[in-house]
């Protein structure tokens, strides 16, 4: 290849390289009721692809895959929920209503403000519920709680105790990774056998020992997690597939945590964090197909 050619090749591939955006929000519906809302995806070429969550570390925490367009010279958003990896909601009775959003970003950055109008449908594109979204860029909702950690520190007017009560780190936890709760239940389609299920203790290594089991039988009937990941291969044979993971004590220093992700090998992973009192558990149900919904 003539070497000039070659810089012109790559000059360009510079500026075509995937941009990873990560935006953080609310979805209003009509009755003043606000969702926690997060959304992560990668521009390229205007294109966009990624997943959204709903209702962050609540009841119904909802996963879905997102795909859209960004036009720079327009600052013009959009996207549209097109299916669902997991939810917490009863997925059999989960009516799979999929927002669809059009809106207008200054720039698709950090810093951005993404706000307008959602639409909202099944998947026979029946109508479902309209409202309004507002998203702030990570960077600037994190650069903001940072300024306002500052100042409170530092302002006398403000009484220690209530200091304290102000928990910036529990509003921002909100939007981290799902939580399981001892008793929850994480619905996912999961449309293949294979499944790779990584386990590790991400915090202090204290001894916490946990069960799992695959459609009732014990994949590991006693393991100590450790700060490695360890690699757990199986198949999904049925299909549906049930995984439990029981606390058998809390190590020394409760509760029994214990970091979680799921990989199907192909690039799409879940992350999970499950926190448990001896006895309890969280169970993975997967579904190979979606359940067809009777309205």
């Known amino acids: 290849m003539n070497k000039y050619l070659f810089i012109l090749v790559f000059f360009f ?21 606000f969702i926690s809302y997060k959304v992560q995806f990668e521009e390229n070429d205007g294109l966009i692809k990624g997943y959204s969550f ?7 925490e909802t996963k879905s895959a997102i795909v859209g367009r960004y036009d720079d010279k327009e600052n013009k958003l959009e996207f549209r929920e097109v299916s669902t990896v997991y939810s917490k909601s009863e997925i059999t009775e989960l009516d ?9 970003t200054r720039k698709l950055n950090g810093k951005a403000v993404i706000e307008g109008e959602f639409k909202s449908y099944y998947d026979d ?7 309004k979204l507002e998203l ?14 500052r100042l409170l520190s530092k302002s006398k007017k403000i009484a220690d105790s209530t200091k304290k009560k102000v928990d910036i780190n529990k509003f921002m936890s909100r939007f981290a990774d799902n939580k399981l709760k001892g008793g929850e239940k994480l619905n996912v389609i999961w449309n293949q056998e294979y499944l790779k299920l990584s386990i590790w203790d991400p915090g ?44 058998l004590n809390e190590g020394t220093e ?30 993975l149900v997967f579904y190979k197909n979606k359940p067809i919904i009777k309205k």
Do not use: W
């Open 254 to 283: 409760a509760p029994n945590t214990a970091k979680i992700k799921l990989s199907d090998g192909k690039g799409e992973t879940i992350d999970l964090l499950s926190s448990l009192v001896v006895g309890e558990k969280v169970t």
């Open 13 to 33: 591939s510079l500026f075509s390289i995937a941009q990873d955006h990560e935006f953080l929000g609310f979805l209003k519906l009509p009755d003043s009721t």
């Open 204 to 247: 202090t290594v204290d001894g916490d020992v946990i069960r799992i089991t695959l459609n009732g039988k014990d994949v590991i009937s006693s393991y100590s997690t450790i700060r490695k990941q360890k690699e757990i291969e199986l198949y999904l044979s049925e299909e549906i597939n049930t995984i439990t993971i029981t606390a």
């Open 54 to 60: 709903s209702d962050m570390n609540g009841k119904h």
């Open 136 to 149: 702030n860029g990570f960077e600037k909702i994190q650069k903001r709680t940072e300024k306002f950690e």
């Open 125 to 131: 594109l029946a109508s479902c519920i309209d409202g």
């Open 96 to 104: 799979f209503c999929y927002v669809y959003f059009t809106g207008k």
